[in-house]
């Protein structure tokens, strides 16, 4: 495939960083090669490798899934190599050749590979990105041991990360004994918090207390924030740089123009200058998580819902219906912002650019898409802000307009009436949620949702009970 690819360089329409992929060396593992990584991370380390002086970031790109194996030999078939296309909401579309995968393994096939990768003191940093559901904690941090995967990787099998990290650093301790930094970039809130948390509780139950104090002495779990839409991988841009390249090039990755990756300053061994290609070491990722989840993350959820009870497809199309598009901004600006208090973050700022990250028509995320899974996401992202107005003294009209309209979409979906698929996992939570007096308040006062909300304002059921019926009569 780099053959391929050299021969197109002269198109000025395919950029490449400048140096010799021979001359780099790994300095990184990273878990989990989907599409974000190749979108994200692998993007840093190619325009970091373009410096002279920093080419020893070459990165070690690993499969852990064994129902990815298939799609992975692809990769490694491509010697790690692959075409970013990037799209801006205008239209303007750029094309990068990435090559900064220097070496590819595949876990599943071959884990002693990884062991030797972790263990050698040359890599100083193991990226992760595994899903959310890749690190098996419940809401209170706790690892799931009962878990099948998890129960088999303490008896040693390789099903999740933390038997590939178990074995690897078990090496590393025992071997080269270098320091290393395990970061997490998966979108979690405290990611580091939560990757250490899981790691040492699978060392507790393996039962291993001398890796367990080699860990505290030697490495270290920064917090990160990522961000960058990055669709499925589709057919569509895979033909479109066949067509324009001459390439074949199967692992075509695709995403938005906007890109952030903010990292918390706590290296246990060499650091990456990742900050002379735009990423930001803080000694606090916290409010940068805060701003994406509460003013990004939020308004994706509350939109949405709405969006769907309007018959849209795209998510781009509810930011040009003029309502809704009046709903996001008013629900950021009323709610959302206030609720935050002082940041060191431009939130007003911060809200031009996701207007125009959401307008992207370009980029095709589906309504349906982002209404799945409503019980966890607004927890997570909507219930902040409506105990943070609350305690400023407010009341939160947006957000309760936001939750209502999730409501009656539960509803609707459940009677067919509008043409959105709801995607579920926690049906049996949901099922309590029935159009009845008894449905609604089950609804207003659900713990797990709302937290204290409901006890200590009386004021929100109230409200929120109003805003359902005026909901389902609208929608009705």
């Known amino acids: 495939m780099s053959n391929h690819l050299q021969a197109s360089l002269n198109q000025d329409q395919l950029s490449v960083q400048h140096y010799q992929k021979d001359a780099v060396q790994a300095g990184v593992v990273h878990l989990g090669v989907g599409a974000f990584h190749r979108a994200h991370q692998a993007v840093y380390f190619d325009r970091l490798l373009a410096n002279e002086d920093e080419q020893n970031w070459g990165i070690i790109g690993v499969n852990i899934r064994p129902q990815d194996s298939q799609a992975f030999s692809r990769f490694i078939e491509q ?93 590393r301790s025992e071997t080269s004994k270098a320091k290393i930094t395990l970061l997490c970039c998966d979108n979690l809130r405290h990611n580091g918090e939560l990757l250490q948390a899981g790691l ?145 973050v431009d939130l007003p700022a911060y809200l031009d650019i996701i207007a125009k990250r959401f307008s992207n028509a370009n980029i095709g995320d589906t309504v349906e898409r982002i209404c799945s899974d409503g019980y966890a996401k607004f927890p997570i992202f909507v219930f902040p802000t409506l105990e943070g107005t609350y305690r400023k003294g407010r009341t939160p009209n947006k957000t309760i307009q936001g939750i209502a309209s999730w409501f009656t979409f539960i509803q609707l979906t459940n009677e067919g009436k509008i043409k959105t698929q709801y995607h579920e996992p926690s049906k049996a939570e949901v099922a309590a949620f029935t159009n009845t007096a008894e449905g609604i308040n089950a609804f207003v006062t659900d713990s797990f949702l709302w937290g204290n909300v409901p006890t200590e304002f009386p004021e929100f059921v109230t409200q929120l009970t109003q805003a359902i019926h005026t909901n389902m009569e609208k929608y009705a």
Not at 89 to 112: F, M, V, W
Not at 215 to 220: D, F, G, P, T
Not at 293 to 304: D, K, M, Q
């Open 79 to 171: 010697d790690g190599e692959y075409v970013l296309k990037t799209m801006a909401a205008d239209g303007e579309t750029n094309y990068e050749h990435i090559r900064s995968l220097i070496k590819q393994i595949d876990g599943a096939q071959a884990p002693g590979d990884v062991d030797n990768a972790l263990a050698d003191a040359s890599i100083q940093l193991v990226t992760s990105t595994v899903t959310e559901g890749g690190y098996y904690l419940d809401e209170n941090r706790k690892l799931m041991l009962d878990h099948p995967a998890i129960k088999g990787d303490i008896e040693g099998a390789r099903n999740t990360l933390y038997a590939f990290l178990y074995a690897g650093l078990k090496k």
């Open 200 to 344: 040492m509780q699978f060392l507790e139950a393996k039962q291993d207390t001398e890796l367990a104090n080699w860990i505290k002495q030697n490495v270290s779990f920064p917090c990160s924030m990522v961000d960058r839409i990055t669709p499925k991988p589709s057919q569509q841009h895979v033909d479109d740089v066949q067509s324009r390249f001459g390439v074949d090039d199967q692992m075509t990755v695709m995403g938005e123009d906007f890109i952030q990756w903010v990292v918390e300053d706590n290296f246990a061994g060499k650091k990456p200058s990742l900050d002379k290609v735009g990423v930001q070491f803080v000694q606090d990722v916290v409010p940068f998580e805060e701003a994406k989840i509460r003013i990004l993350n939020a308004s994706y959820t509350c939109v949405t819902y709405q969006a769907a009870l309007k018959g849209l497809t795209y998510f781009d199309e509810a930011m040009r219906d003029e309502e809704l598009h009046q709903y996001f901004k008013d629900f950021i600006l009323q709610d959302s912002i206030p609720a935050i208090g002082d940041s060191v």
